[in-house]
């Protein structure tokens, strides 16, 4: 799995997976023509502006050499220090296999690095799935808004992170078979790697057992850490650097 920022020549794979997505989610409360309505208001024209947005993020994921699912979010405030997770889109054909939890995981994380100091999250009241999904990862509702799809009006739920300065149990703990082998991975702990964020897996779901480190860019756990802290993925080549430095480092 490859997560990366969008570009200008994504925009037509960003359509569909959006008209997919909708398309397979909304149709019990959203008629067609509203969501084709809606995907041409978003993603058609308006869409380079968007992207050449130093405020607005969207990253994309890549499974098999195929895009599977994007996130729209954006910076916003007097000094761009909220994050807020407009959409997560997954295609249909690549739900339950983990990627809607690891577009959330890097989207947070960007935003985070880009400045903001708290995240929200919005998601249509009708969609009963998307709310759940939300708080099964460590946000709880703090409000409603009104948001226009095409020429209707509809109730979206905001989502908050209960408790942003406790890094450590943020997150879900996701299960997952990596090289063979089930792990538990818990993104709330997590090191910055050199292409991707290294996060510990552990060989139980209580989390008592500290197995590997599983690296974020190529989902391996195939990594040696020196006695220095450094970490290496032995598949990408991802680092991550030493936890303590002297002078022989610099």
């Not at 807020?84 to 983990?98: A, S």
């Not at 703090?142 to 739920?157: D, P």
Request: proline fraction near 1%.
């Amino acid at each position: 799995m490859k997560i990366r920022e969008a570009t200008d020549s994504d925009a037509e794979a960003i359509r569909t997976i959006a008209r997919d997505s909708l398309g397979s989610t909304y149709t019990d409360f959203l008629e067609t023509e509203t969501i084709d309505e809606a995907v041409e208001q978003w993603y058609g024209d308006p869409l380079a502006d968007e992207l050449a947005d130093d405020r607005t993020l969207f990253l994309l994921v890549e499974r098999d050499g195929e895009l599977a699912g994007f996130s729209q979010s954006e910076l916003v405030g007097q000094r761009a220090n909220t994050g807020r997770l407009l959409w997560l889109h997954v295609h249909p054909d690549h739900r339950g296999d983990g990627t809607g939890v690891r577009l959330l995981v890097r989207t947070r994380e960007r935003l985070l690095e880009e400045g903001a100091d708290g995240i929200q999250c919005f998601v249509l009241a009708d969609n009963e799935g998307g709310n759940e999904f939300y708080r099964s990862h460590g946000f709880e509702q703090a409000g409603q808004r009104e948001v226009e799809i095409g020429s209707e009006t509809f109730t979206e739920n905001v989502y908050v992170e209960a408790d942003l300065e406790d890094e450590g149990e943020w997150g879900t703990v996701d299960e997952l078979t990596v090289d063979g082998e089930t792990v538990y991975v818990s993104y709330g702990e997590a090191a910055r790697g050199s292409q991707a964020p290294f996060y510990v897996a552990y060989s139980d779901d209580d989390r008592n057992d500290h197995y590997a480190w599983f690296c974020g860019n190529c989902d391996s756990i195939d990594n040696a850490m020196d006695a220095m802290g450094r970490i290496e993925c032995n598949e990408c080549g991802n680092r991550r650097k030493a936890t303590r430095w002297d002078s022989s480092y610099l």
